[in-house]
C-alpha cells in the first residue's frame, strides 16, 4: 500500500507540475514548456526512474526526445514491457531497445507479439540477452502465425530467473543440463511440449518451485502430464476444448482472470478460512479418448489445488497437506481421486454422477468450509448428507444451485 500511495503522489506531482495553472496563464507558451521541462528535470534520477517504471515502454522510450539528460534516464527502467498486436515494426523496436537499455541487470522482461509481427524476428537473442544481464522475471506471450518457436537453452539454466510465464506459439524443448534455482512461480498457457520428458526435466530442475499454473488444450501432444514437485504449495490445472484447431471462446482462460483466481498471495487469504467461488468451466459428455490420457500430481508439500476443468483421467498421489481444494469438473473420478483429498480444511466441489457413489465413504476429517455446487443432473440431497456425516468439524456450508452451468455431463 505505501508502495502504491507513493507512486500516486509521484504522478500528482508530476502531474501539476506539467498543468501548473499559474505558468500557463501568464507565461507564454513555449517558455512555459522550458520552465516545466527545467523542473521536472530537477527531479533526482531515483524518481524519475520511479516514474518511468509506471509508464509503457514505447512511451518511456520516447521521453528521449526531450532533452540529454532524458536520453539517459529510460534506459536504466528496470522492467521493459512490450505488448503488441498490430505492429509489424515490434521486433525492431524491441531489438533497439535492448541494444539502448543500459542498466547493468535488467529485473523484468515482458513481450507479447500478434499475429501482424512478422514471424522473422529473433526472439532467442532477446531471451539470450536478459538472460545475460541477470533477468528476475520473463514472460513471453507469442500470438503470431509463425509455427511454435523454441528459445535458447541458457534460459533454463538461469540462476536468476524467479518468475518465468510462457504462451501459445512457444515450444518447450529442455534437455540436460538444466538448473532453475530460483524459480518460484511457472505459468505455461497453451504451450507445446517437444516430448514428456521436457515437462520432466523443467519441473524437476526447479528445487523451490512454489506455484505451477498451467492451462493446456485437451488435443495437445502430451497424453500423460506429471507433476512432481516436492516444493510445490500452489498448483493451477485447466484444460480447454479447441473447434477446428480454435479455442472456444466461451473455453478460453482470460489472463486477468488467472490472475484475479490464481494470485500467489491466496495462501495468505485462504489461511482465513475464506473459500472464494470458482468458476466451474467446460463440462461436457465422458469420452473414452480421455482415458488413455491423464494428469499425475505427486507433490507432497501441495497446500493449494485448483482443477478448474480436467477431461483427462486425474491421479493424485502423496498429498498430505493439502488447505485448499477447488474442483470444477474432473473427467471420471475414482474413490482414489476423492480418498486423496481427505485432509483437505476449504474445498468448493462440484459434485458429478461418478462422484455419487463415493461420497458415503470418504472421511473429510480436517474440513471446515464446504462450496457445494452439485451438478443438474444428480440427485444430490443424499449424497451431501453423507458428506456432511463424514465432515465432524465442518463449520460453514454454502449450498450453490445457481451457478450450474446449462450443460452438465
Known sequence: MATSMGCLSCWSFFWDIIHDDEHIS???????????????????????????????????????????????????????????????????????????????KLDSLVVELGPHCPVDVDVGKWVENVVNRGVKELDFNLLWTAEPTGFPKCLYTCNTLVDLSLSNKILVNVSSPVRLPSLLTLSLRFVVYKDEESLVSLLSSSPVLNCLKVDRHKDDNLTKFTVKVSTLKQLHYNTTRRKDGVEDEEDVVEENEVEDDDDVDEVEDDEEGVVEEVDVGEVEEDDDDDLNRSLVIDSPALEILRLRNVLDYCLIENISCLHIAKLGYVHNPDHKFLRSLSSVIHMYLYLTKPMVAWCNTIKFSRLLEFYFVPSNLVDWLEPLMYLLQNSPKLQILTIDTVSIPSSSP
Open 26 to 104: 501568464t507565461v507564454p507558451e513555449t517558455e512555459s514548456c522550458q520552465i516545466n521541462e527545467t523542473r521536472i528535470c530537477a527531479f533526482p534520477n531515483d524518481l524519475l526512474l520511479q516514474i518511468l517504471h509506471h509508464v509503457p515502454t514505447k512511451e518511456a522510450v520516447a521521453t528521449s526526445i526531450l532533452s540529454k539528460r532524458w536520453r539517459y534516464v529510460w534506459p536504466m527502467v528496470p522492467r521493459l514491457e512490450f505488448k503488441e498486436d498490430d505492429s509489424e515494426s515490434v521486433g525492431w523496436f524491441i531489438e533497439k531497445s535492448l541494444q539502448l537499455h543500459k542498466a547493468p
